[in-house]
């Protein structure tokens, strides 16, 4: 029995119930940034309290990031894309638990068991520090400038734009304009402890908001024979029907992960190594409960709705089968998973922009890490319009320019310490982000055009890096 509609008015299906549940997270999220702000200025009260610890609150929190604090803003950060997310597994079914769910988790168990211990010696500040510290003052510099580009949130921007325009039924710039610049201001407020804080709230929502779907899907219209039944075959093949060549390059862009500043951020943050390994451990299993949730949670919408809008599709459903309350509850969730991502994004984008990117007479001082999060907030809105609103295309072309650019070079300096310097470095990255750039917009045919622009990068980064060193001695 399928009564769903294919298209609703959101507000239609909001009781009273939903908007006081909604309000009530709003309202704790509130909270929990104003309790941030309460506990920095006992610190600030503190003898021991100066400019340099003010700072570094600033950046990374005084480096006091507990275990569940870690786990709770890594993953409420890792996951804004989920529109993005049920729009894949919609189109495409388990395909999408193999691109934005194995992949990944491999890369979280590299980062942890690999790369923690490595990052730590360096006691950098941000990801371009680091690098800085590895190769070279004009290596942090470019590598910068990549990692901006990497970090501005351009999908989260469009996420939060689609989730507005559905309630108020206004134009996606605007939308995007009015989300981004809301997650801005608090941003500049309390700096990465307000982040924090806020990610403790919504981490704790999202969650709660996708397990209901699923749970109230199987209520309602039971388990795999209702899915088998009503989903076209393909939804259950691993490949989605993709070309194998095309599927990894969903690989290659996890594995840009390890290049990712919000992981670093989090990494440089946390009280201890261990701290960040078990965080990272934590988190990737409770990724995969979620991805579970909304994998699962789309095919149960594209089984129900058929003919439904993809990048729609999972909050119609969802808003239909939830009971009065719970609706409220659930938009909360999915706001709060948006949310969560922007505002992180937004934070180091503009962390990265202002410290890592401008001289450093101007790096350490507040005012221009507020340009840098308002600047970061515009270009996120103005990218958003000129990708269309498209969350995939935004993934796989800035994904692409990070994995392939930055990903082989970083993880050489890890490897062979000392090796590479400033030189290596920039002619890698600065030749293989043309060989991408090139690749996109050749017309090519046969066999070449199967072959996407991230091998290319990836080889060329990789080939200079070597060819570099051996030409400089």
């Not at 309602?220 to 691993?238: Q, V």
């Not at 440089?268 to 699962?296: H, M, P, R, Y």
């Not at 939830?322 to 962390?351: K, N």
Request: with cysteine; proline share 3%; aromatic share 16%.
């Amino acid at each position: 029995m399928n009564h769903l509609q294919t298209k609703i008015k959101f507000l239609d299906y909001l009781s009273a119930y939903d908007w006081l549940v909604f309000s009530l997270v709003a309202w704790l999220t509130l909270l929990a940034i104003l309790y941030g702000q309460q506990r920095k200025s006992k610190l600030q009260k503190s003898e021991n309290w100066t400019d340099d610890a003010n700072f570094l609150d600033l950046l990374l929190m005084g480096r006091q990031l507990s275990l569940p604090m870690f786990v709770a803003t890594l993953v409420a950060t890792w996951y804004g894309g989920i529109i993005g997310v049920t729009q894949i597994a919609y189109e495409k079914g388990i395909y999408n638990f193999l691109t934005q769910g194995v992949f990944w988790y491999v890369t979280y168990l590299i980062f942890a068991f690999i790369l923690i211990s490595k990052i730590r010696k360096f006691e950098a500040l941000t990801l371009p520090d680091l690098v800085g510290q590895m190769f070279g003052p004009k290596s942090r510099k470019l590598s910068g400038i990549f990692n901006f580009f990497n970090v501005v949130p351009v999908a989260y921007s469009i996420s939060i734009g689609l989730l507005i325009q559905l309630f108020l039924g206004i134009s996606l710039p605007l939308a995007c304009l009015i989300g981004t610049f809301s997650v801005v201001l608090y941003s500049m407020s309390g700096g990465f402890r307000a982040v924090v804080y806020s990610d403790i709230v919504q981490f704790v929502f999202m969650i709660a908001s996708v397990g209901l779907v699923l749970i109230f899907s199987i209520n309602h219209f039971g388990g795999l024979s209702y899915l088998e039944s009503n989903l076209p075959a393909s939804h259950f093949d691993i490949s989605g029907g993709e070309p194998w060549m095309a599927t990894f390059v969903w690989g290659l862009i996890a594995l840009s992960t390890l290049v990712d500043p919000n992981f670093y951020q989090r990494v440089f943050a946390a009280q201890t190594e261990n701290t960040a390994k078990w965080g990272i451990l934590i988190s990737t299993a409770v990724w995969f409960v979620f991805d579970i949730c909304t994998t699962f949670g789309a095919l149960y919408a594209r089984a129900s709705l058929p003919e439904a809008d993809s990048s729609q599709a999972y909050l119609s459903f969802s808003i239909q089968i939830l009971p009065e309350g719970l609706r409220g509850l659930f938009l909360a969730g999915i706001f709060a998973t948006i949310l969560s991502t922007l505002d992180s994004y937004i934070f180091t984008a503009g962390t990265t922009l202002s410290f890592d990117l401008l001289p450093k007479r101007f790096n350490r001082k507040l005012w221009c890490n507020h340009l840098g999060i308002v600047s970061v907030g515009l270009l996120s809105v103005i990218l958003a319009v000129g990708f269309d609103g498209n969350i995939k295309k935004v993934w796989k072309t800035l994904g692409s320019y990070s994995a392939a650019c930055l990903l082989l070079p970083v993880m050489l300096g890890y490897v062979f310490p000392g090796r590479f310097r400033d030189r290596d470095f920039i002619w890698a990255v600065i030749v293989s982000a043309f060989g991408v750039t090139f690749w996109r917009y050749w017309d090519r045919t046969g066999f070449l055009a199967n072959v996407d622009e991230i091998y290319v990068g990836s080889l060329l980064s990789v080939s200079l890096m070597f060819l570099s060193s051996v030409f400089r001695k």
